[in-house]
């Protein structure tokens, strides 16, 4: 590494990936949404795409992927915490871990057997004298395993980040008089927002395209982007379309990243909270 | 750098080993007869023990794979790379592909089971002369209902589902021109449709439907119906059927403004790489025996006469599932509207799926 400049050879692997994979699939998404139903070049289907319709289903997108990140990062950060503090650490981790190896659709349906109208979610209700709710198909069901299946990617960095903070800086604070409040107030918050961040980043964004589960656990009734792209590419066969409303969902992609980017590198472990 | 080597190593023999064992359990099971041939079908749509049988009798061996709509399965034959055989479209597909050239013709000389059909099933308007498709099974849509959940309420009319007694618990299939239809046809309007009109007075009136629909799934609608999830659904008459094979409990109506009456036909892509073999499949699934079992097996109703004649009187005289050619008047096949206007149906339909009255 004496020239810092120079690319070395053994980086040519990594860049041919990021043009081949990364940067030519978004410039064909970019080109096809520019395209229309007999391939000529139009500017109607970003004029379509701020009709009320899509419009509505952006922001219903966002408000639902909003739900799902804040009560990740609720039920995460405490988790994340405790775990810091027992004895088996990596254990812990592994059972949290476990769950986001099984496949996406076998936890679906296996939801939907649980929350069906004779399911065990039902039968507790009723154990407790209320009659059958109907908890498939509602908002509830929606975002609760949503939720469920995100929650393993909000643990792990924010366990990182909380993991790594010295002891000896919490120590510190507690002998300088800060009560338990202000010590996790000025003193762990800060140190770890970053894991938070980054979880952030691994929950939103993925929810605001969410297909499967809008279908088996909302019954259609919860619309996303995602819904809308797979519609338009295997159903309606409107590539330009499907492709612009990828588009955008790359622009709020890009959007949230700059938004929840690290604004210093390393900053978690120097300690030098702002 | 000596634990990468090893690790690299490790890496490089024992995907070598799969790559072996993969080459030897897909020779061992290839006969050595005249070939193979693939099947693009559409899931739970054929008697897994004929395909075995087929293959005992012609030594052709079937590679088998399922699609879940007629336009992915078209979008995948279009986009080439595959080499299907035998797939079976739908009527309006059909016509589609026949534009786009997707189809080679059938030879009929090689097809003498043929025969066996009904003549109301052949020369159809999609195909005429059966230049390019063979039927396989015909249905309809209507309304699938379990009157046990329901205190007698029956389904003559697309509006009995507007009842509000059925809060919550109608579903609905997630296709577009089934439910768009299921509206035109509520207001005694063509489910062929395009006059935008029409379509938006339809959209507006489904989404008054809103507090009634349950959910807007697919295949899953057979199972919610079978453990009784739900009491009604509008779905095809072969899901219908699959129900009741379960649930003794279900009914199943064609509502009397008219419904979707639809065929499913054998067809060979233009992509087809054993054309020969691809005959030999298609004349299999006609003979009497065959398309009796299949249509036992599968449910849908059966467009071979022959076939009908092996089959339990009692399944065949039901004129839920084999309506009179009377009744049969009263529905429409689906035509080919075009990539634009089924945009529009698609379009209309997330509209409906937004903005649901809750």
């Known amino acids: 590494m004496t020239n810092r400049s120079s690319r070395p050879w053994y980086l040519a692997p990594y860049y041919i990936w990021i043009l081949l994979f990364v940067i030519a699939p978004i410039a064909l998404v970019v080109y096809f949404s520019f395209l229309d139903l007999a391939g000529d070049f139009t500017l109607e289907n970003y004029a379509n795409f701020f009709s009320s319709t899509y419009f509505r289903m952006t922001l219903s997108s966002f408000w639902y992927a909003f739900l799902i990140t804040f009560i990740s990062v609720l039920i995460a950060y405490p988790t994340a915490y405790w775990l810091t503090k027992t004895k088996h650490k990596q254990l812990w981790l592994l059972l949290i871990i476990i769950p986001s190896w099984i496949n996406l659709l076998l936890k679906a349906y296996a939801f939907i057997g649980i929350f069906g109208l004779y399911g065990p979610a039902n039968q507790l209700i009723q154990f407790f004298g209320a009659g059958p709710l109907q908890i498939l198909f509602t908002d509830f069901s929606f975002v609760f395993v949503a939720v469920y299946i995100f929650i393993p990617f909000m643990v792990l960095p924010i366990f990182n980040s909380l993991d790594k903070i010295n002891p000896a800086l919490i120590d510190a604070s507690r002998d300088l008089g800060a009560s338990q409040w202000t010590t996790f107030r000025r003193v762990i918050f800060p140190l770890a927002i970053n894991g938070v961040k980054s979880g952030v980043q691994a929950v939103f964004i993925p929810a605001l395209s969410l297909f499967v589960i809008t279908r088996l656990i909302a019954g259609n009734k919860v619309i996303t982007l995602g819904t809308a792209i797979e519609q338009q590419f295997l159903v309606t066969q409107n590539w330009g379309m499907g492709s612009t409303i990828a588009v955008f969902l790359i622009l709020f992609m890009i959007i949230i990243m700059l938004l929840t980017g690290p604004k210093e590198k390393g900053g978690a472990l120097n300690g030098k909270a702002k | ?358």
Request: aromatic content about 10%; glycine content about 6%; proline content about 4%.
């Open chain 2, 1 to 358: 750098m000596k634990g990468i080597i090893r690790a690299s190593t490790a890496i490089v023999i024992i995907s070598a080993i799969l790559f072996y064992a993969v080459h030897v359990l897909e020779s061992s099971s290839a006969t050595s007869g005249s070939g193979s041939i693939s099947v693009y079908n559409w899931g739970e749509y054929i008697d897994p023990e004929l395909i075995s049988q087929f293959e005992e009798e012609t030594g052709i061996q079937v590679i088998y794979e399922t699609f879940d709509s007629n336009e992915s399965m078209m979008t995948k034959i279009e986009q080439g790379g595959t080499s299907y055989d035998v797939a079976m479209p739908s009527e309006y597909a059909i016509e589609k592909m026949k534009e786009n050239d997707l189809l080679l013709p059938i030879d009929q000389s090689k097809i003498p089971n043929l025969e066996n059909i009904d003549p109301y099933f052949l020369d159809l308007p999609f195909d005429p002369g059966n230049e390019y498709s063979i039927p396989y099974f015909w249905g309809t849509v209507g309304i699938a209902y379990n009157p046990t959940l329901l205190e007698g309420q029956t389904f003559e009319s697309w509006d009995d589902l507007w009842n509000p007694t059925l809060e919550q618990e109608v579903i609905l299939v997630d296709s577009a021109r089934e439910v768009i239809g299921m509206g035109l046809n509520s207001l005694g309007y063509s489910l062929n449709s395009t006059d935008l009109g029409e379509l938006r007075e339809a959209t507006d009136k489904l989404k008054t439907l809103g507090p009634n629909v349950k959910a807007i799934i697919g295949d899953e609608i057979v199972e919610m119906m079978r453990r009784e999830e739900a009491a009604v659904a509008v779905t095809w008459s072969g899901q219908a059927a699959d129900m009741m094979w379960i649930n003794e409990d279900i009914d199943y109506a064609v509502p009397e403004e008219g419904s979707n009456l639809w065929f499913d036909n054998m067809i060979i892509p233009s992509t087809a790489g054993n054309v020969d073999g691809a005959h030999q499949f298609i004349n299999f699934m006609l003979d009497a025996e065959v398309a009796a079992q299949n249509a036992d097996y599968v449910g849908y109703s059966s467009p071979n006469a022959a076939a009908l004649e092996l089959m339990d009187p009692e399944v065949t005289g039901d004129e839920r599932f084999y309506p009179t050619e009377e009744m049969r008047d009263r529905l429409e096949v689906y035509e080919n509207l075009g990539l634009e206007m089924l945009g529009v149906y698609n379009e209309l339909f997330l509209e409906f799926k937004m903005d649901m009255e809750k």
